[in-house]
C-alpha cells in the first residue's frame, strides 16, 4: 500500500499527517515554515506522496479535522484514531496507550505514567518514549509533564514553547507570558 501525507494549516502553524491506507503513521507539528513541515514529513517517510490539496480517505480526513478542532481550542477525542504502532518497542505502545487516555486540560507527569504501567521507577524511561513519539497532538506527549508539573522536555519543532502553547490552548495551564 502507499504511503501518503498531507500538511494542513492549524491554529498554531501548519501541521502534517502521513498514513499508508486509512492507517496513521506519523505526525508532524508545525516547523518555522509550511515547508519545513513538508520536508520533515519527506524525510520521515521517504517512499510517501505528498498529497496535499487533494481529499484525503475520509478516516484521514476525520483526523485531520479532530487535530485541527483540537489546536483551535474544542475537545474532541483522538483516542479513536488509527495508528500505526507496529514498529514501537512494547514499552512505548503501553506508554502511549495510557498518554491518549489523558483528555485535553488535563495532565500526568512521566512518573504517573509509570505507575500506570506498574513500574513506578520508569520515569527516565517514560520520558524517553514520549521524546520519540511518532504521532504527537494523537499521542499527546505534551499532557506530560516532568515531577513537580514542570514542563519538561519536547523534542517537536518549538520546543518547551510549543508544548506550553498547546496546553495553554488546551486549558491546562494559564495564558501567562513566557519568562526569560
Keep these: 500500500m ?81 495508528l500505526d504502532l507496529e514498529s514501537q518497542p512494547e514499552f512505548n505502545r503501553r506508554a502511549y496507550e495510557i498518554a491518549r487516555q489523558i483528555p485535553p486540560g488535563k ?9 500506570a504501567l506498574g513500574m513506578p521507577g520508569a520515569a527516565q524511561a517514560v520520558g524517553q518514549a514520549m521524546g520519540n513519539n511518532p504521532f504527537p497532538i494523537i499521542v499527546p506527549c505534551h499532557r506530560v509533564l516532568a515531577a513537580g508539573s514542570k514542563h519538561g522536555g519536547f523534542s517537536a519543532p518549538g520546543g518547551v514553547e510549543t508544548k506550553r502553547r498547546m496546553l495553554v490552548i488546551e486549558g491546562a495551564l494559564p495564558d501567562e507570558p513566557t519568562l526569560f
Design 2 to 82: 502507499p504511503v501518503e501525507f498531507a500538511v494542513f494549516d492549524t491554529a498554531i502553524g501548519t501541521c502534517g499527517l502521513a498514513w499508508r491506507d486509512t492507517t496513521i503513521i506519523g505526525t508532524a507539528l508545525p516547523g518555522s515554515s509550511p515547508a519545513s513541515t513538508r520536508s520533515w514529513l519527506s524525510r520521515r517517510h521517504p517512499a510517501a506522496t505528498d498529497v496535499t490539496g487533494t481529499e484525503p480517505p475520509p478516516e484521514i480526513r476525520t483526523a485531520i479535522d479532530k487535530i485541527t478542532d483540537l489546536l483551535a481550542g474544542g475537545r474532541p477525542d483522538l483516542s479513536d484514531l488509527p
Design 107 to 115: 495532565t500526568m507527569t512521566y512518573g504517573d505514567i509509570a505507575h
